[in-house]
C-alpha cells in the first residue's frame, strides 16, 4: 500500500500478529464461559443426585 508505505509482507506480519491476538482473546472468553457452566452444573448436579463416588464405592459391593 502506498498510502502507509507499508510492504505487502509487513501486512501479511502484522495482520498474522492480529488474528493471533484475537484468537487468544476470544479463547480466554470462551474458556471463562465454560468453566463458570461447568461449575454450575456439577453443583446442580450434587444437588440433585448427590456424591456419585458414594454410589460407585456401593456398587462394588463395598461398606461407606
Known amino acids: 500500500m502506498v ?6 509482507v509487513e501486512i501479511l506480519f502484522y495482520g ?19 468453566l463458570s457452566r461447568k ?10 443426585y448427590g456424591d456419585p463416588a458414594r454410589y460407585n464405592i456401593q456398587s462394588r459391593g463395598e461398606k461407606v
Request: glycine share 6%; no cysteine.
Open 39 to 48: 461449575s454450575r452444573l456439577e453443583r446442580t448436579l450434587s444437588e440433585e
Open 3 to 8: 498510502l502507509f508505505n507499508i510492504s505487502r
Open 16 to 34: 498474522g500478529l492480529a488474528l493471533t491476538a484475537f484468537a487468544l482473546v476470544l479463547g480466554m472468553i470462551f474458556a471463562i464461559i465454560h
